[in-house]
């Protein structure tokens, strides 16, 4: 027969030990916010281009086509601009990330866009912060929640 005695011991000794799974969750929840601060935040000298199709640029490198087609009077550094690894789609053009060098210049230029529309071959190009994902998702979902509050 199982002794009752050794049965309630050893509930006891898995209840401890569940016990503290609740704040090793919170940890693991704590570093994983931690985590995608610190990855929005070197992402904050980014923008996102779309709409931009693909080889529209032809021999010139992608950063000098994208400086003549901003056509801002003001200078400006950027470190590099590429295509996003996503793999190309018909009928679907993947993002260009430019990375500016400070982001004061890439305010501006983020500003600057928002005033004007920019095109290229008659199609309006479109620029964005760039963030991660669940960033995106959780600031839609805010301001879905801001609408139906007014």
């Given at each position: 027969?199982?002794?009752?005695?050794?049965?309630?011991?050893?509930?006891?000794?898995?209840?401890?030990?569940?016990?503290?799974?609740?704040?090793?969750?919170?940890?693991?929840?704590?570093?994983?916010?931690?985590?995608?601060?610190?990855?929005?935040?070197?992402?904050?000298?980014?923008l996102r281009l779309f709409g931009l199709?693909?080889?529209?640029?032809?021999?010139?490198?992608?950063?000098?086509?994208?400086?003549?087609?901003?056509?801002?009077?003001?200078?400006?550094?950027?470190?590099r601009a590429h295509r996003t690894l996503?793999?190309?789609?018909?009928?679907?053009?993947?993002?260009?990330?430019?990375?500016?060098?400070?982001?004061?210049?890439?305010?501006?230029?983020?500003?600057?866009?928002?005033?004007?529309?920019?095109?290229?071959?008659?199609?309006?190009?479109?620029?964005?912060?760039?963030?991660?994902?669940?960033?995106?998702?959780?600031?839609?979902?805010?301001?879905?929640?801001?609408?139906?509050?007014r």
């Amino acid at each position: 027969m199982i002794d009752l005695s050794t049965v309630l011991a050893e509930l006891r000794s898995l209840c401890s030990e569940f016990s503290g799974f609740g704040t090793k969750l919170d940890s693991i929840d704590n570093r994983m916010a931690k985590t995608d601060d610190l990855e929005n935040r070197g992402r904050r000298k980014n923008l996102r281009l779309f709409g931009l199709r693909e080889g529209a640029e032809g021999q010139r490198p992608l950063l000098e086509f994208i400086r003549e087609m901003l056509e801002i009077n003001r200078s400006f550094v950027t470190e590099r601009a590429h295509r996003t690894l996503a793999s190309p789609k018909p009928n679907q053009h993947r993002a260009i990330l430019i990375q500016f060098l400070n982001f004061q210049d890439r305010e501006f230029v983020f500003r600057s866009t928002k005033q004007r529309d920019i095109e290229h071959d008659r199609i309006r190009l479109f620029f964005a912060q760039d963030f991660l994902a669940e960033t995106i998702r959780r600031r839609a979902e805010f301001s879905i929640n801001q609408e139906s509050v007014r």
